[in-house]
């Protein structure tokens, strides 16, 4: 089963209008990362937020993280269209970071101009 | 911007053949993996590196190998592609650390086996 799991699976606005995607995860974890992928790209980090951390910014990023709930949100504030693009939750594998990371299925973020 | 780079980024093969898929870094990362990820999926864990000769499974069984002769240089080879081997592999590094890794990705290579 996945350890980080990210809803909506799908989610749509318009330029100017916030999004807000939520990672959940199963096992004790000493820090999350969120990263973003464009269509037929890699991955690039954005963020990692660690278990001491309840909230960490990056620009327009947000991110939050609830160790007691085993959830976190990303929030971009005043979309661009230039946001469009997956973004993935990822978390340690087996809960440690020894490197290995285990991705959730990602949210697909379209922003329309 | 990562310095991190797979060639080739899109390969049509039949069935039968042999293929390798090179990544290479010039970060210095001791780290690196391969990772599996068909359309609009998530990305899997196929094979990991520690550093030079050392090579793991990953989470995903994976019929494909990889070698690490040296430290920047991290080939995954498929002895006999098959058209279930068809997806999009991601090669990524990172610094060794017990605080947090940030993995740099490559652009990623589409295997399309036919």
């Known amino acids: 089963s996945q350890q980080g799991e990210e809803d909506p699976q799908a989610l749509s606005i318009q330029e100017g209008e916030n999004a807000t995607m939520n990672c959940s995860y199963k096992?004790?974890?000493?820090?999350l990362q969120w990263y973003r992928q464009n269509s037929g790209r890699g991955l690039v980090h954005l963020i990692l937020?660690?278990?001491?951390?309840r909230e960490k910014h990056s620009g327009r990023l947000r991110v939050t993280l609830d160790t007691s709930k085993k959830s976190s949100s990303l929030l971009i504030t005043a979309s661009r269209a230039a946001d469009t693009a997956s973004y993935f939750c990822?978390?340690?594998?087996?809960?440690?970071?020894?490197?290995?990371?285990?991705f959730g299925q990602g949210t697909i973020l379209t922003v329309h101009p | 911007e990562a310095d991190i780079y797979q060639t080739p980024r899109y390969l049509v093969i039949g069935t039968g053949k042999k293929i390798t898929l090179e990544c290479s870094q010039t970060?210095?990362?001791?780290?690196m993996y391969w990772y599996q990820q068909d359309p609009g999926m998530e990305l899997h864990l196929i094979h990991y590196?520690?550093?030079?000769?050392?090579?793991e499974k990953g989470d995903l069984s994976s019929e494909s190998t990889v070698s690490r002769i040296r430290t920047e240089h991290f080939p995954l080879t498929l002895e006999s592609a098959r058209p279930s081997h068809t997806s999009q592999y991601l090669c990524?590094?990172?610094?060794?650390?017990?605080?947090?890794?940030?993995?740099?990705f490559g652009e990623g290579s589409w295997l399309t086996v036919v």
């Open positions: 970060m210095g990362h001791d780290k």
């Open positions: 990822a978390t340690p594998a087996g809960g440690t970071s020894y490197g290995k990371l285990t």
């Open positions: 937020i660690r278990s001491n951390e």
């Open positions: 590196s520690y550093g030079v000769n050392s090579t």
């Open positions: 990524a590094s990172s610094e060794f650390g017990f605080s947090g890794n940030t993995i740099y």
């Open positions: 096992t004790s974890i000493n820090n």
